[in-house]
């Protein structure tokens, strides 16, 4: 993917050149990954004149790798990749000197991502450096997803669906949330993902009314709801699933009530999952069937959010949210409702906004949502 890499270091250079800028500073992980394909623990991106000879210039105090899987990159006409000596404790600091030697006076920095001390320390490393603020510009680059970046999207969504499936397979009263959380990323890793999105989430009966429940050494019982949220990272794109089902032959009647109630709120966002419409639209679209029916104190912040490189990047689905949706945004839709000490229901999904003539918001995540009984 390196012209892809260019052309995507093109298109910021072209912005914040726009705005007076003569040379840029990336330092947080996921945007260096998205304008290098490099992913590397405390490495920062140069872009602009600042490199040698006119070279973008990836500053690493490690080797860099390509995605987890292929061979470490090295300089190219494009990108210089320079590995730091040990006595050099601060990537971006050495960034600023070299912007400073190569005459820059204008260097933009993701003050966003910078700690104060760190910000001080480039000041002080390059004195008559004016800096400025870059703001979240590769962050809103990144927001529409180009057709590689789907392609990995779609695989880990395919990789979650299969562990997941696989999961509701087998035995499950009587094993512990955590056993069954740890199940689920051995499955992710051997059905080919590089590891879980995030923390995989295992909650049962009681523990599923906890929206942010860690799995414990609660045992599966009859009768239970059983809540599972987990996502596969394939080649540095994340995806997410959320499910309920129900342990025994039959669910309760409330159990019945409370999922139809999620399922049809959950509907409804992906539904209004279309180009042009607001974020907080499509939060209210999710919302409002669960606050009419009386929830509205029991909800979180927001009903989804973008995905990509990170899980919960922008854009944010939230009654506050500013902005619209555009084609090819991935995001998720995933109401829920949780009733302390009694249990919950959520349910999850990975989408790509379409528009209708392409048929609507394209379903990534599979596995069935009907409430099944385990």
Known sequence: ????HVARRSRLRDRWAAAGNEAALVSRPANIRYLTGCAVPGAVLLLGPGGQGGHDTLLSPAEPTADGRADPPRSTDDLRCAVLPADVPDPAVAAAELAASAGTALLAVEEHDLTVARHRAL????????LTDLGCAVEQQRLVKDEEELAALRIAAEITDHALGELLESILVGRTERHLALELERRLVDHG????????????????????????????????????????????????????????????????????????????????LLPGTEYREVDRAARHPLEAAGYGDVLESRTGHGVGLEIGEDPRLSPAAMGKLDACVPVTVEPGVHLPGRGGVRIDDTLVVRPQADGGPELLTITTKELLAL
């Open 1 to 4: 993917m390196s012209e892809v």
């Open 123 to 130: 000041a002080a490393a390059a004195p008559r450096l004016r």
């Open 193 to 272: 993902a590089d590891g879980p999105a995030f923390p995989t989430s295992v909650a049962t009966g009681r523990n599923s009314g906890l929206p942010g429940h860690r799995p414990g050494e609660r045992r599966v019982e009859e009768g239970d709801f059983l809540t599972v949220r987990l996502g596969a990272l394939y080649r540095g794109y994340r995806c997410q699933i959320g499910r309920t089902f129900v342990i025994g032959p039959a669910p309760a009647d409330w159990q019945i009530e409370l999922y139809d109630l999620v399922f049809a709120a959950q509907r409804a966002g992906r539904e209004a």
